[in-house]
Each structure stands twice: as structure tokens, then as C-alpha cells.
């Protein structure tokens, strides 16, 4: 198999031949093999793992996102990744960046609900003096 991992600003991993695919989905952890037939995951924060057919197992921690496997390619589109060496290293590097993007995020949806709240006021006052 193919596997392809995308993120919005970036491609993380391109066309890596893999033999073996295992990520959690909303519904439970699930496990791709070549032959297995088209499928579609909404996955959820995790641990994606593959084989590798040259580099053995590798794992990627997930945010969130989406996989599709269709014929030989594997395409995993995510929020945000991290590939990793050592679980437990990559455990630390995810709570990390993934701690910091749910907080920009955050920081984000306040700022922009307050500009909205502002703009309604305006409209609100303008409809007053006309």
C-alpha cells in the first residue's frame, strides 16, 4: 500500500510503502491490511502506526482528521500530526503542540465571537438612526 498523511499547511508523509496501517476511529482501533477492501474512518486523537517496508514500524501521533483507503493508497488527512520515534517521547511532543493548538483555537473562536458581538451592536445602533 500507499500511504500518503496530510496536514492543511503541509504534506507530512508522501507515498510511503506500507504493508500494515492501525489508527482509532470514533467507532474503535481498526487495522488496514493490503488486500483489505476500500474503506473510509473518521479518526480521532491518537496513535496512527504502520509498517513500513522499509523502516519498520513507525508512529505518527494524530489530532484529528480523516482516512480513506481506496485500491493501494491510504490517504490520512488530519488536523495536525507528529511523527515520532519512542511512544512515550511522542507522547510529551503531543501534549505539547496539541495542548497549544487546541489553545490558539480557543483564543481564536473568543476573539472572533467578539467581533461578530461587536458588529451586530453597530448594526443594532445604525438601525436606530435611521
Known amino acids: 500500500m500507499k500511504l500518503k498523511i496530510l496536514l492543511p499547511s503541509e504534506v507530512l508523509l508522501l507515498e510511503e510503502a506500507v504493508t500494515k496501517v492501525t489508527a482509532e476511529a470514533q467507532n474503535g ?3 488496514l491490511l493490503e488486500h483489505h477492501i476500500d474503506f473510509v474512518a473518521c ?3 491518537g496513535i496512527l502506526q504502520y509498517e ?3 523502516g519498520g514500524r513507525q508512529l505518527v501521533a494524530i489530532h484529528e482528521g480523516t482516512l480513506v483507503k ?3 493508497e491510504v490517504l490520512v488527512s488530519v488536523r495536525n500530526a507528529v511523527r515520532g520515534g519512542e ?3 511522542l507522547k510529551n511532543v503531543v501534549e505539547e503542540n496539541f495542548l497549544q493548538h487546541d489553545e490558539r483555537e480557543r483564543v481564536t473562536r473568543a476573539a472572533s ?7 451586530i451592536r453597530r448594526f443594532v445602533e445604525l ?3 435611521v
Open 113 to 119: 465571537a467578539k467581533l461578530e458581538a461587536d458588529l
Open 43 to 45: 479518526l480521532v486523537p
Open 52 to 54: 513500513a517496508v522499509e
Open 70 to 72: 481506496k485500491g493501494e
Open 127 to 129: 438601525n436606530r438612526h
Open 87 to 89: 511512544l512515550g517521547q
Open 29 to 31: 482501533s481498526f487495522c
